[in-house]
């Protein structure tokens, strides 16, 4: 079986790459033959023949960019996860609009601590009362939120509400309502509803804060045995109530819904995880020159690495009165050190462009600019 050789030039049509990604490109059409012929020369070509034909050079460049791209997005999609992860699958790729650090991923996180605190979140609080019954100071709450369809365990009771109402809403003047108009005076200003019109008209802000002051000291002190104790959802009021308390309030969370693990963020599918960032294979006609340097150099190694291939399946030719022997061996060992190195020196380049590493290295520029300030000579003008 005659398999031909490359002869020594190639014309790149479209449709000879294994995926096509690049075959369209203009500048890919045009590098495709020079890489040819470059990396044919890099191997002795004319001096010895390469087992190879033009679509191995071919699929060797392809390789190349795919995998430069590869690195580079996959770089990207981790310095930028935080701020994309959530985002709605539909959104346009990254690889061609510049990515916003955003705090969406950290508030979402802080949004739990929200929840414990009672001061957000994404857990809601829900409001519910216990009927009161004179003489019974320990109630199962267990019991009530089976009662009203809350499965056993799922409920865990954030707050009680045993206090009074608020000081103001008890505040008392015997001068107010007299018949001198002072309230419809300060329902015009919207003040009607917060203390009596004397003291807003005839006394300082301080009177109506130290009248309000000796209410809730009133209620600490001659009301102190006035509390309640929660253990495993059962609930003990001090003192045994008597006929005057009906309910008691309390806000409360539902365990399942805090267990849930998954956020709803209203956007329907969203980005969960980096193999699902839209970025696309890059654009290779955009690829500055340090980029296609490295893609030359790869796609070199990978040429290196088929031919070592194609050599190896015939160790020895035998030639009139010897046999030469082939560099199968030499090959791959110096494709597959070239390729790694290759990869190793990529990831560094861009480990330094990181948004990190550019981030101190301003920092560093910032302080070594001041001290060389420092050492400027301070002038004095004298006026």
Do not use: C, H
């Not at 890919?28 to 191997?43: E, H, K, M, N, V």
């Not at 956020?263 to 980005?271: D, F, L, S, Y």
């Amino acid at each position: 079986m005659n398999i031909p050789i490359y002869p020594g030039s190639s014309s790149f049509q479209p449709g000879e790459t294994p995926f096509g990604f690049y075959d369209n490109d203009p500048q890919f059409q045009s590098d495709a033959d020079r890489f040819t012929t470059f990396a044919a020369r890099r191997l002795g070509y004319p001096i010895v023949d390469i087992e190879l034909q033009d679509i191995n050079f071919y699929a060797a460049l392809e390789d190349a960019i795919t995998t430069y791209g590869n690195e580079l997005y996959a770089y990207q999609a981790q310095d930028n996860f935080l701020s994309l992860q959530g985002a709605p699958l539909t959104i346009d790729s990254p690889d061609t609009n510049l990515v916003q650090p955003n705090l969406a991923t950290v508030v979402r996180i802080a949004d739990q601590y929200g929840v414990e605190a009672g001061v957000g979140g994404t857990v809601t609080w829900y409001s519910g009362s216990i009927d009161i019954t004179p003489g019974v100071q320990d109630y199962d709450l267990t019991q009530w939120a089976l009662a009203l369809g809350i499965t056993a365990g799922d409920l865990e009771v954030k707050r009680v509400f045993y206090e009074a109402p608020p000081a103001i809403v008890r505040y008392f003047d015997p001068y107010a309502g007299t018949g001198t108009g002072m309230m419809q005076l300060l329902d015009s200003f919207g003040f009607g509803g917060y203390s009596p019109a004397i003291n807003f008209l005839m006394m300082p802000i301080n009177y109506d804060m130290q009248k309000i002051q000796a209410i809730e000291f009133n209620d600490q002190i001659r009301k102190s045995q006035y509390s309640f104790e929660l253990i495993n959802n059962n609930l003990r009021i001090f003192p045994i109530p008597g006929s005057g308390l009906d309910k008691m309030w309390i806000q409360y969370i539902k365990k399942s819904e805090r267990n849930n693990p998954y956020a709803n963020t209203g956007a329907g599918a969203v980005i969960t995880n980096i193999s699902q960032i839209p970025y696309s294979n890059p654009n290779y006609s955009q690829i500055n020159s340090i980029g296609r340097s490295w893609v030359f150099e790869y796609a070199l190694a990978i040429v290196k690495e088929i031919l070592g291939y194609v050599r190896g399946k015939y160790q020895q030719i035998p030639i009139p009165g010897a046999e030469v022997t082939l560099n199968q061996g030499d090959l791959i060992t110096a494709a597959t050190s070239e390729k790694q190195a290759l990869i190793e020196r990529l990831r560094a380049y861009f480990d330094e462009t990181s948004r990190q590493k550019l981030l101190e290295r301003k920092a560093n520029e910032a302080d070594a600019l001041q001290r060389e300030l420092k050492n400027i000579p301070w002038t004095i003008y004298i006026g």
